[in-house]
């Protein structure tokens, strides 16, 4: 079974960069050509896609986002990380890693990590 | 890219059936059989319950369906029970090969 683990520092300040990784267990990152996806949620509101990676490192992201974001992933470490800088208060989310299955679908998700911006 | 539209809410009493609407465009719910659904309860993480529009992963109940017309999605969920309170989202792949989300719908049993 396929797990994911979201980890990272529980606050960011204004103007600095959100950093967070995924660890994925259960399975190879480069197993398969699986979308590993970050998606995040604001307090009280809907899920946001803010983009996805493949193991050979190509990347997609939301283009509200793309100037901010940079997806990367580390299949030595079985890992994949979001870094979005410049944050404001508007960044403060939930954000989950999931992981795309080939027939459609965020298949797994992460338990999710509440991320403050505040100074 | 612009959201997806949901209804902010429906309700229903206990043995009920009830729709759930996702409405996008042309280039996304309309251009695609990639539309999802996903169940999110209280404090919990999303979990997909409907993928490429009418299927359901192992372990989800038969109670859940889904189906498209034009640009329009739909969630169907029959036999309503109290477990079914909580918010859904639709998703769909999109012709920038990114994807959208809906602004979600809870759902409520009277």
């Known amino acids: 079974q396929v797990q994911l683990q979201e980890s990272g520092p529980g606050l960011v300040k204004p103007s600095q960069t959100l950093s967070l990784t995924c660890t994925v267990s259960?399975?190879?990152?480069?197993?398969?050509?699986?979308?590993w996806t970050w998606i995040r949620q604001p307090p009280g509101k809907g899920l946001e896609w803010i983009g996805y990676?493949?193991?050979?490192?190509?990347?997609y992201y939301n283009p509200s986002l793309m100037s901010r974001v940079t997806i990367s992933v580390d299949t030595s470490k079985n890992q994949f990380s979001l870094n979005l800088n410049s944050v404001t208060a508007a960044d403060t989310a939930t954000y989950y890693c999931?992981?795309?299955?080939?027939?459609?679908?965020?298949?797994?998700w992460g338990q999710g990590a509440l991320v403050p911006v505040s100074s | 890219q612009s959201a997806l539209t949901q209804p902010a809410s429906v309700s229903g009493s206990p043995g009920q059936s009830i729709t759930v609407s996702c409405t996008g465009t042309?280039?996304?719910?309309?251009?695609?059989?990639?539309v999802s659904w996903y169940q999110q309860l209280p404090g919990e993480a999303p979990k997909l319950i409907i993928y490429?529009?009418?299927n359901r992963p192992s372990g989800v109940s038969n109670r859940f369906s889904g189906s498209k017309s034009g640009n329009t999605a739909s969630l169907t969920i029959s036999g309503l029970q109290d477990g079914d309170e909580a918010d859904y989202y639709c998703s769909s792949y999109t012709s920038s090969r990114t994807y959208v989300f809906g602004p979600g719908t809870k759902v409520t049993v009277l």
């Open positions: 259960g399975g190879a990152i480069n197993s398969g050509n699986y979308q």
């Open positions: 490429a529009v009418n």
């Open positions: 042309g280039t996304d719910v309309g251009g695609y059989n990639y």
């Open positions: 990676i493949y193991y050979t490192g190509s990347t």
């Open positions: 999931a992981r795309r299955g080939y027939t459609d679908g965020f298949e797994y």
